[in-house]
């Protein structure tokens, strides 16, 4: 029942992340899961010790340093209670992580997951620019919802089975619609994750042969892609065009631009640090020194004056918890990356287990510190839960999948 439970979770996980509230059906199935799990482990026989492994212990401590240094600049600089919101939803991983891992989790629930993530986003992607849209964000931040479709693409490329034509067919056919989501986006930054992925998913293909299939598929696809968008008219302005002259304005002292807005919060981000280099300015407090800004004092006031976060992760944690904040981000990203690498080396001298999980979480690590590059991934509740829940599920994956053959490869019908 618990692993039923979860593999219902992180099916409707991906499937209908892109979605407002899309995570509730998760929260429903992740609850019942540990119910049932908790009353299993609860009458097992006295004298088995429940074992946790250490990387799950390690990231709940985690969680609860964060969780603790961002009640104590709430608690400092005044802010709300809701104000931890974000980072409490970091709870989710050692959660996920310890649940994935007792109830031996099957790696394609996850995968299946994506993969209908992925086809969802660009259905949804593209009724919206249909429907005369500019952008396409399914119903919320454009870029929020490029960043999602980006790391149900780090999954669907690496964590699925990798026998015969599953390994590529399902896996391209992935990485292709969502490219054709995050242009519909209009979002530059994930258009660069995009390609790096598929740059990271050719270099795992193993042998010479499967790199130049993969190419030699890939990118036709591509070309494809793009050229019916512009042959359809069904395209979103990614605004290529748009970087030199905003780079111009900024260098001539007008940073209200998206690329000038960009730039200017990573001055103020670092003047901000300056000024506070230990306590920082207050958790979520950052929209504070933009409100200070000579151009948003003027009337009119600036159109960048209406933006609250440093758009980069690493500006918005140092300058809003000081340096405390910096080692937090740090080890946000840090400790799952080290943790599925550690499983990576050591399920190599195993035989019959699996690495797939792990190259899967860092893939999706890395696609958050890309994103995070111009973006503030942790500001948003959306793209905060997507990170703690599938870091979560692929690491208990992954620290079941390295010691034993999954059934998959016992059956000939998934991989290693």
């Known amino acids: 029942m618990a692993r039923l439970g979860l593999v219902f979770a992180s099916v409707a996980a ?24 908790g009353a299993a482990e609860a009458s097992a026989p006295r004298g088995q010790p429940l074992v946790v492994p250490s990387c799950v212990t390690g990231m709940l401590l985690l969680a609860l340093a964060i969780i603790a240094l961002a009640s104590i600049s709430a608690a400092l600089h005044g802010r709300a209670a809701d104000s931890l919101d974000h980072v409490a939803r970091l709870l989710l991983i050692p959660w996920c992580a310890w649940l994935a891992h007792a109830v031996r989790l099957p790696r394609v629930a996850v995968w299946r997951g994506a993969m209908l993530g992925v086809l969802v986003a660009v259905g949804v992607a593209g009724w919206q620019i249909q429907a005369g849209e500019l952008r396409a964000g399914g119903g919320g931040n454009p870029i929020v919802f490029a960043n999602l479709v980006s790391g149900l693409l780090a999954i669907a490329l690496f964590a699925g089975p990798q026998t015969g034509r599953l390994r590529t067919w399902p896996p391209l056919i992935a990485w292709l619609v969502g490219g054709l989501a995050i242009v519909w986006s209009g979002s530059r930054g994930a258009l660069l994750v995009w390609a790096a992925l598929g740059v990271l998913a050719w270099m795992r293909r193993g042998d010479s042969r499967r790199r130049i299939r993969w190419l030699a598929l890939a990118l036709p696809g591509a070309a494809l892609m793009l050229t019916l968008v512009g042959w359809l008219g069904l395209h979103a302005p990614l605004r290529l065009e748009q970087i030199e002259p905003n780079l111009v304005r900024f260098a001539h002292g007008d940073p209200d631009s998206p690329i000038g807005a960009r730039l200017e919060l990573l001055a103020l981000a670092w003047q901000g640090f ?34 609250t976060h440093a758009h ?5 944690w140092t300058v809003t918890m000081g340096l405390p904040g910096l080692v937090g981000i740090v080890a946000l990203y840090g400790l799952p990356l080290a943790c599925f690498i550690r499983i990576i080396r050591r399920a190599a001298g195993v035989p019959g287990a699996s690495a797939q999980a792990a190259w899967a979480g860092v893939a999706l690590v890395g696609v958050y510190i890309g994103s995070g590059l111009s973006q503030s991934i942790f500001a948003h509740a959306a793209t905060a839960s997507a990170y703690a829940v599938f870091v979560g ?6 620290l079941h999948e390295e010691r034993v053959p999954t059934p998959y490869a016992k059956q000939g019908a998934g991989g290693r």
Request: charged letters at 10%.
């Open 14 to 37: 991906g499937g209908l992340l892109v979605f407002d509230g899309g995570l509730y059906p998760f929260a429903v199935g992740l609850s019942l899961a540990t119910l049932a799990q």
């Open 274 to 307: 300056l000024g506070h280099p230990w306590s920082g300015v207050g958790i979520e407090n950052f929209g504070s020194l933009v409100r200070d800004l000579p151009g948003c004092r003027s009337a009119p006031p600036m159109g960048m004056c209406v933006l």
């Open 312 to 316: 980069n992760d690493m500006a918005e």
């Open 393 to 398: 599920l692929l690491l208990g994956i992954a």
